[in-house]
């Protein structure tokens, strides 16, 4: 008898891409976050042409929203690649799952 073979060349491909999805989402997770640092530390503590800080800092509402606009970004892009990371780890279980049940039927009958 012959033992059953899980780990075909397609799978290992639908692995490697969940594995870079999974990856590329932590990437373009901290991404989006730098880009909201770098947006939100001129908006909170301004300098002006001088080097001078003000005595208060200001945010309007006009400064609020394009750091909204990358954290949102940023959070989207991370599901979205992280959804598709589990749909192919998905896709790759439910046909070893397939096969498995193929082959004990196979062997029961």
Known sequence: MQPFNFHLPKHELLLRFATAAKILSWICLAYYLLLLFITVMPAI???DEFGMKPDKPVITIKEIFPP???LLSGIVTWVVLRSIALGLAMIVETDWN???RR???DHAG
């Open 103 to 105: 082959e004990e039927n």
């Open 68 to 70: 909204l606009k990358h």
């Open 98 to 100: 397939y096969r498995l």
């Open 45 to 47: 503590y301004p300098i």
